[in-house]
């Protein structure tokens, strides 16, 4: 069945937001997509990217135990 017809059907936007709900992070990065408005939800996936490129991964740093 192609969605891409009924872009404006309240249904099919209840169905996206309540996968959104069960799945907010992004499948590619993994990180969190904090707003439903910055997601590409796939209903027949059920899967949800970030909107366009994934944010940069945030930096961890480590401290290292200085050699004896």
Same mark, same amino acid.
């Given at each position: 069945?192609?969605?891409?017809? *009924?872009?404006? !059907?309240?249904?099919l936007?209840?169905? =996206?937001?309540? /996968?959104?709900?069960m799945?907010?992070?992004?499948?590619?990065?993994?990180?969190?997509?904090? *707003?439903?408005? !910055?997601?590409?939800?796939?209903?027949? =996936?059920?899967? /949800?990217?970030?909107?366009?490129?994934?944010?940069?991964?945030?930096?961890?740093?480590?401290?290292?135990?200085?050699?004896?």
């Amino acid at each position: 069945m192609v969605l891409s017809g *009924r872009a404006k !059907d309240p249904k099919l936007e209840q169905l =996206a937001r309540d /996968v959104f709900a069960m799945f907010p992070n992004c499948h590619r990065c993994g990180q969190v997509i904090a *707003r439903f408005e !910055d997601a590409d939800v796939r209903v027949h =996936a059920q899967r /949800v990217v970030h909107r366009g490129k994934c944010p940069p991964p945030p930096s961890v740093e480590q401290l290292v135990p200085p050699t004896p």
